[in-house]
């Protein structure tokens, strides 16, 4: 039985090449509002690489940046991953063998995806094997605790 999606998945169990851009998407939109966007960019950055790796993502060229450092001109690499498509710091390599684009087309968008967070963290982070360390020990969601009253009348000391 010849399955479509075959070629693009290397293990059984590893999730498909569709599922892994809808992740990316997810998390790199997440990323801009959230509180640890550093994990979140690493992690789209690491999927990216083991993609490309894998031959389910392709760089296709360079872009100029939207939001260059130190206000000064700066590209990004173009990556294209099925309908998708992702911008990640460039290598040295990928000036040599990349085209480069000029400026990012504002009209070019990426479909949407329906995936929240935790499922598209969920979902890459088993595909590269980070794990997300909290700063912060107290970050865990903290329990609710009921109030404690005293009957009227009763003092608290």
């Known amino acids: 039985m010849n399955n479509p999606n075959s070629q693009n998945e290397s293990l059984p169990h590893s999730p498909s090449t569709v599922n892994l851009a809808q992740a990316i998407f997810t998390v790199n939109r997440h990323a801009k509002t959230a509180m640890n966007p550093k994990f979140l960019y690493s992690l789209k950055k690491k999927a990216l690489i083991r993609m490309i790796q894998e031959g389910r993502a392709k760089k296709t060229g360079l872009h100029f940046s939207n939001n260059p450092k130190n206000s000064q001109q700066q590209s990004d690499v173009l990556v294209t991953c099925g309908a998708y498509t992702f911008h990640m710091p460039p290598c040295k390599e990928d000036f040599h063998n990349l085209p480069h684009f000029g ?20 979902i890459l982070q088993a595909y590269t094997g980070m794990k997300e360390k909290h700063a912060n020990p107290s970050y865990s969601k903290k329990q ?10 009763q003092s608290y000391y």
């Open 144 to 153: 609710y605790k009921q109030p404690v009253f005293k009957p009227l009348g």
């Open 103 to 122: 400026r990012l087309d504002q009209k070019t968008r990426n479909p949407r995806s329906n995936m929240n967070l935790m499922e598209a963290k969920k």
